[in-house]
């Protein structure tokens, strides 16, 4: 279980923006500024450019520098395809020693310039894309520490929001916490973890595994759910990440208005309640003291005077604490936590 | 959904055996002469052998001139290593044109000896451990015809000799079925199929889907099934391959004297009867109309007075037929599905 098998990025990073001029191509960047301003030293931006990260901008050179770490790819260009400036770009920095971080679909290994520059200075070609080599099979066992996973309704719901939320209201709250990412996004904003999905089948629980290994007892993994056990297509994912993860509590994500799988609309949302049941049932399997902890709603199509009567009735329904993190934060979550569960042997103090 | 999304084996077989001297090693090669005769046309075996398939020993020369189509290795070589005069032997198939077939560990694509005599000959080689490129995510839409998958409270619990003999069962009795090979020893046997346990995480369903297409409304697909959902390394690729196969029923695979994940032993197996409710309100989410048709019990650690007794009551306590495949077959759990599946409108007729 050493860090080796894990993706692990080197900070502080210049981030790559280009010529986008729509910021909705831009969240990678985006999100690594929101969560960890302090890990980004700048952005660099072609003529043209109208998206702006709000971080200096500033070219390769002054990157080495002012000792920066990697440059990373903040950006999805349109159409999957990589503008010859940008491999010239990424090529000059490799030759400087900057690490390249990429979530493209393209391999950095395939572009023979970047990798003869790489090979030449000792920086990494790194597509998060890629899960590492060598990972193991899940052994189920129990590991020292505490563990939350996000899990969802659905795909796309929330789940890595709702656990950087966490997270942040965790370290706010005093608790030692490590968010522990399972998708490109959330791995470039946490600045290591696996792409849980990109793994091959018979390893899921033990990628799981490997990415919040043994710790201290007091500490909390927070980790990042994939897919939806609900899910046609993705089940099987979020079961191996449940049993790997062997989450002590878990966060439900859900969408106050969506009734349908986003994209297989002949498949109905459970309720959150079923949700609930089902994570309990088949979470216990490799942690009988499996806890639901809070559900974690995206309320942004319910108006006002809805939002606050929503999640009181599902929270009176549930016993949970129910927020919208965007706009409640996960305080309430975390002192749910800290009611409900002391530490790894699950005394209960509530 | 084309078959060139699966593995797909071109009989009929030359086996090769090597200098193997223990049968227990060459159960690939037994495993097809006990279950597909008419695809073997002879075995290879070298000076010295004393595993015996039954079969007319062959040259590939004389391989070539009675028109066989492919050779394959029915053999794990001990410590994973394969001679050198098994690379040469290959290499020679390869330039008379026979596919490869390989279940080994070592690529057979590594080797540039047979894979520049296969280019010139235009045989395949075969990696059956390997997956099929473009594999799609799972879309949960029915497809016309039935299914039976066969699943297990544990890994290695007669899962592919239960959908093999449930597969004759229903040949003998007049239904249109065929076994579908989910693992690199049943590809062998079936002639196709593909390895689910080896499919990136995020195409386990859509894999079993391509493996089960739309077919004929009476006819029935037999799927082998991987894992156990109850199995701390392995249950994502059984839920995978459970949402993605949409089965009409289903068939639980059991030890009656195992107690433990085998391997794992921290961990208890499940009761018959809760494995059975797990698969049905996992099932459920794909096929609302999943049933379960039968248990396949290894009694093989009973005495014979206490076997029938174990079915009898396993059978009362579960309203379903109970057999042991090796010494009952597959004729009573056949009976049961034509009485209560009539096709894939599941108009009960019982």
């Not at 971080?101 to 200075?121: C, T």
């Not at 998060?128 to 796309?156: F, H, Q, W």
């Not at 088949?282 to 806890?291: F, M, V």
């Amino acid at each position: 279980m050493s860090s080796s098998n894990r993706v692990d990025l080197k900070p502080p990073y210049l981030i790559l923006i280009g010529e986008e001029d729509d910021a909705t191509y831009a969240k990678t960047g985006l999100g690594i500024v929101q969560w960890r301003p302090g890990q980004v030293a700048g952005q660099l931006r072609f003529p043209g450019c109208r998206v702006d990260l709000g971080v200096p901008d500033m070219t390769i050179d002054e990157a080495v520098q002012s000792g920066v770490g990697s440059l990373l790819i903040g950006v999805a260009p349109v159409g999957g395809t990589v503008p010859q400036q940008w491999w010239t770009l990424m090529e000059n920095a490799a030759s400087a020693g900057l690490d390249i971080v990429s979530g493209l679909h393209l391999k950095l290994a395939d572009n023979p310039a970047v990798v003869a520059a790489a090979r030449q200075s000792g920086a990494r070609l790194i597509d998060v894309r890629t899960p590492p080599a060598g990972l193991p099979v899940g052994t189920g066992i129990k590991r020292i520490g505490n563990r939350v996973l996000t899990v969802g309704s659905d795909c796309a719901i929330g789940k890595k929001y709702t656990a950087l939320a966490l997270h942040e209201a965790m370290c706010n709250a005093g608790i030692n916490a490590t968010f522990r990412a399972t998708g490109q996004t959330g791995i470039m904003i946490g600045g290591e973890g696996i792409p849980i999905d990109a793994v091959v089948a018979d390893f899921i629980a033990g990628a799981a595994e490997v990415l919040s290994p043994d710790n201290d007892a007091g500490h909390w993994d927070v980790i990042e759910g994939q897919g939806s056990l609900f899910h046609p297509g993705y089940a099987g994912v979020s079961l191996g990440l449940l049993h790997g993860s062997q989450p002590d509590a878990f966060v439900v994500c859900h969408d106050a208005t969506r009734t349908s799988v986003s994209g297989w609309e002949h498949y109905e949302l459970p309720s959150v309640e079923e949700c609930i049941e089902q994570h309990l049932s088949l979470g216990r399997r490799t942690n009988p003291e499996i806890l639901c902890v809070g559900i974690s709603v995206n309320t942004s199509e319910l108006r006002a005077d809805q939002r606050s009567a929503y999640l009181s009735e599902l929270s009176a329904n549930t016993g949970l604490p129910c927020v919208d993190p965007l706009i409640d934060g996960c305080g309430a979550i975390v002192s749910y936590i800290k009611q409900h569960i002391q530490d790894e042997n699950h005394e209960s103090s509530g």
